[in-house]
Structure formats: structure tokens, C-alpha cells
């Protein structure tokens, strides 16, 4: 291929990108304004999950401020290589892997338990970091689903009342897929159970951010609160998994 045609190529997939990536834009101000919210309290995730780091950085270049990886192994290759940009870390997380992600991502959503929070705090101390936390909760009930039941939820906010490095900042949950689509319901209960616990005062835990919405269903969890949506094959395009 010549030089040209490599600048075309390139030129046609920044195209795509942006037209992609004003879309989904465009679609979270105009759910937001629909439902009466401000649609800059909104924060745009994008999911980088297998994608490359040039298609990450164009994002960036682009006015994407927050990337969201599911593999703590993605966060550490791929680290490096990307621009300046917030690192969130949105997949389940094992115990052994947070050493990863500790010092690179600002916050992890997928905590679901007191001893994941405890290896995130034994090494924010040793890091000399602090590290913003969401609880994931499990709110259909699907086995399927990492994340605690709401039953459980006081339990893990007590216990993080005890901690000095790490802070509790919201709730995070993934909707399932329904055979007509609709999400409506689990979105309206995740809702009611983060405004019950802001109400509760729990010490070191702060109830701002809301992260549900996923590439097919994030316009209704902006109609429910959703503080932040994750976002990735509607701006990417679809995943390679080869």
C-alpha cells in the first residue's frame, strides 16, 4: 500500500471515529435533556476492551478523558502507550491482579468484596495512593453476574469505614439482557438502592457517581441517574477478538 493510501486509510478511520464517537455524544445530551438533567453531569466511559492503542489515543485526540478497560492485563500493557487520559478499571478484578492497576487507574468499579478491598488498600498504602472505589451490585440477581446482592451492600460500606487509602464513591452495576430489551426496571432499583444508601451517611463513603449503560441500553440508564456510561463498540466499532 503507498503512503497515500496509508493516509487515506487513516484519514477514513478518524473520520469513522469522530462521526462514531459525536453520535454517542449526541445521544447522552439528548437523553439527558429529555428526562430534564444537565447532560454534563454525565460521564462518557469509553471502553477499550481489545482495541488498539492508536484507536485509544485518536480517541483521546478526539476529547475522550476516560477509557475504561474490563482486563487489569490490558491496563498494564497497554498503559504506557496512551496518552494522558483517566484510567478506569470496570471488569470483574481478582485479588491477584490488582497490583496492576493500583497506581494507573482512578478508579476501580468492580469491587465486590471486603477482600478485594482490603488487597486495594494493603497496596494504595504501600503505593502512598489514594484509590476511588464503586461497589458492584448485582441487582438482578442473575447468577451470571459477578457483584453483591443489595442485601450485602451495608456490610462492604461499614468495612469501608475503616480504610484510610481507599474511598468509596458510588455504586456500579451491569443490567442484563432481557429477551425485549427492556432494562428499565433493574435501572429504576439500582437508583432507588444509591439514593437509600446517600441518605444513610456511612463513614468514608461518598454516594456522587452512578456508573450503569452500556452500548445498548446507556440512554435508559441516563433516564434512571446514571452519573457515568460505559461505552465502547458504538465508538470503536466492533471488537476483534482474534
Known amino acids: 500500500m503507498s503512503a497515500n493510501a496509508d ?5 477514513e478511520i478518524q473520520l469513522s471515529l469522530e462521526n462514531r464517537l459525536n453520535d454517542v455524544m449526541a445521544r447522552i445530551r439528548a ?26 489515543n485518536e480517541a483521546i485526540r478526539l476529547g475522550v478523558t476516560d477509557i475504561g478497560e474490563n482486563k487489569p492485563q490490558e491496563v498494564r500493557d497497554k498503559f504506557d502507550n496512551v496518552l494522558p487520559v483517566n484510567w478506569h478499571l470496570i471488569g470483574h478484578l481478582q485479588t491477584n491482579k490488582v497490583k496492576y492497576v493500583i497506581d494507573r487507574c482512578c478508579m476501580i468499579h468492580s469491587v465486590d468484596s471486603i477482600k478485594l478491598m482490603q488487597e486495594i488498600e494493603r497496596l494504595a ?26 442485601d450485602e451492600l451495608p456490610t462492604l460500606l461499614k468495612y469501608a469505614g475503616n480504610l484510610n487509602h481507599t474511598h468509596v464513591k458510588g455504586l456500579m452495576t451491569i443490567a442484563p439482557k432481557t429477551e425485549f430489551g427492556d432494562v428499565s426496571e433493574h435501572f429504576r432499583n439500582m437508583k432507588k438502592l ?20 452500556m452500548s445498548g441500553d446507556f440512554e435508559t440508564a441516563v433516564k434512571y441517574g446514571a452519573t457515568m456510561v460505559r461505552v465502547g463498540s458504538l465508538i470503536f466499532g466492533p471488537r476483534n477478538y482474534n
Not at 493516509?7 to 484519514?11: A, L, N, Q, R, S
Not at 430534564?36 to 466511559?45: A, V
Request: glycine share 6%.
Open 7 to 11: 493516509k487515506k486509510k487513516g484519514w
Open 31 to 56: 437523553a439527558a435533556e429529555e428526562c430534564g438533567r444537565n447532560p454534563d453531569d454525565i460521564k462518557l466511559i469509553a471502553v477499550t476492551k481489545t482495541y488498539p492503542t492508536d484507536a485509544m
Open 125 to 150: 498504602e504501600a503505593h502512598d495512593c489514594h484509590v476511588d472505589i464503586l461497589i458492584q451490585v448485582n441487582i438482578s440477581g442473575e447468577e451470571s453476574k459477578s457483584g453483591i446482592s443489595p
Open 194 to 213: 444509591f439514593d437509600k444508601t446517600a441518605n444513610e451517611n456511612y463513614k468514608n463513603v461518598s454516594m456522587c457517581e452512578l456508573s450503569m449503560g
